[in-house]
């Protein structure tokens, strides 16, 4: 615990991580917007190494190919704009299959629901559930709200309860693991400093994202 009262993040136990992927799953198969929201939003942490104030920036028109189709066709690499959430540096956010997978789940299901203004692909990625309809951004602490409810209610059975930076960090191990340990790759993937990154110990060389996405996450 630092002086502040605000424990250091953790990376997340890996028994605990299957348990908690396997729970999103389960929670996010019966179809709940809800579930289906934080099954993405968590994906996107965790595999795209993003920071949760960075994810809630994020547009639909950034993440889909076509906001006018029918059926939501997601990106590969998300080509974000600048805003003071990225400190105003555009930057590519690459993301894992399964993260497109649940990130098209839950736009399909925010449309079905009524939870976009005229069923369009268009607003904030991750929306409140306060005022259906209006598309208004999901909050961080709502964000974190409801992490924590699904840990008590979906995955009680973890060793710890987990913060949304613990999944950041796990992503960010993982990440530089796949890597060889080349930290600069982590540097591009998450936007964060290579001075930053190098504090998960870096090693000579680095290879693209797009590399080490493919191998974390090939499909079987």
């Given amino acids: ?20 992927l396997r729970a999103l799953q389960l929670w996010a198969d019966g179809g709940e917007f809800v579930a289906l929201r934080t099954r993405a939003f968590v994906l996107l942490l965790w595999d795209g190494a993003v920071r949760t104030s960075e994810a809630l920036a994020l547009n639909i028109e950034e993440v889909v190919k076509d906001s006018r189709s029918r059926r939501p066709a997601v990106v590969l690499v998300i080509e974000q704009r600048p805003r003071v959430e990225n400190d105003y540096r555009g930057r590519s956010i690459v993301l894992s299959p399964r993260t497109q997978d649940a990130i098209r ?15 369009q692909f268009k607003g904030p990625l991750f929306i409140s559930t306060r005022h259906p309809g209006e598309a208004q951004r999901l909050s961080p602490r709502s964000a974190s709200h409801w992490w924590e409810r699904f840990q008590k209610e ?4 973890c060793s710890d309860k987990y913060q949304l930076e613990d999944v950041v960090m796990t992503g ?3 990440y530089v693991r796949a890597a060889g340990g080349k930290t600069d790759s982590l540097s591009d993937h998450s936007g964060i400093s290579r001075r930053w990154a190098a504090e998960y110990h ?19």
């Avoid at 002086?3 to 299957?18: C, E, M, N, T, Y």
């Fill in 202 to 220: 870096s090693e000579p060389g680095s290879p693209s994202p797009a590399e080490v996405m493919a191998k974390l996450h090939r499909r079987r």
């Fill in 105 to 119: 789940d839950y736009l399909e299901a925010a449309r079905d629901g009524g939870w976009l203004p005229n069923g």
């Fill in 154 to 157: 979906h995955a009680h059975d």
């Fill in 1 to 20: 615990m630092n002086p502040h009262g605000k424990r250091a993040r953790l990376v997340i136990d890996p028994d605990d991580q299957k348990r908690l």
């Fill in 172 to 174: 960010r191990v993982a």
